[in-house]
């Protein structure tokens, strides 16, 4: 069993996992990049696009590199594989409307942002 301040690490590195997956499935419905019909201030998503997968993948080594101080790794690989997993089926619960816009990208890279800054003060 855990100490406490490892089981909130991990809890809070599970919730990392699970934001930076989110954010990797809403951008992977977000494909072709190019649409002829689009208007110009509509083809800058690229930059949301981009941006956010960016940011949450930044965001996801930070606070693996911190949750690995605060916990054990083979706790870390359990609980990050399982929220791999369930991921697909909780953005399921999410309204097609969300997911398929730019606030699921900047939502879950945000989510992922803000559990990484919290795994990293908790390791210092």
Same mark, same amino acid.
């Given at each position: 069993m855990l100490p406490d301040g490892h089981l909130i690490a991990l809890l809070?590195?599970?919730l990392l996992v699970s934001a930076a997956t989110l954010q990797g499935l809403?951008? =992977? $419905?977000?494909?072709? &990049?190019?649409?002829? +019909?689009?208007?110009?201030a509509?083809? =800058? $998503?690229?930059?949301? &696009?981009?941006?956010? +997968?960016?940011v949450a993948l930044l965001a996801l080594v930070a606070g693996s590199i911190a949750a690995l101080r605060l916990t054990s790794?083979?706790?870390?690989i359990i609980a990050g594989g399982l929220s791999l997993l369930f991921a697909p089926l909780v953005l399921r619960a999410f309204p097609d409307?969300?997911?398929?816009?730019?606030g699921a990208l900047v939502s879950f890279a945000?989510?992922?942002?803000?559990?990484?800054?919290?795994?990293?003060?908790?390791a210092d």
């Open positions: 809070i590195y599970v809403a951008a =992977s $419905g977000h494909f072709p &990049l190019h649409d002829n +019909t689009a208007k110009p509509v083809r =800058s $998503g690229g930059v949301t &696009l981009f941006g956010s +997968t960016g790794w083979s706790a870390a409307r969300f997911v398929d816009g730019a945000t989510a992922a942002v803000a559990a990484a800054v919290i795994l990293i003060w908790l």
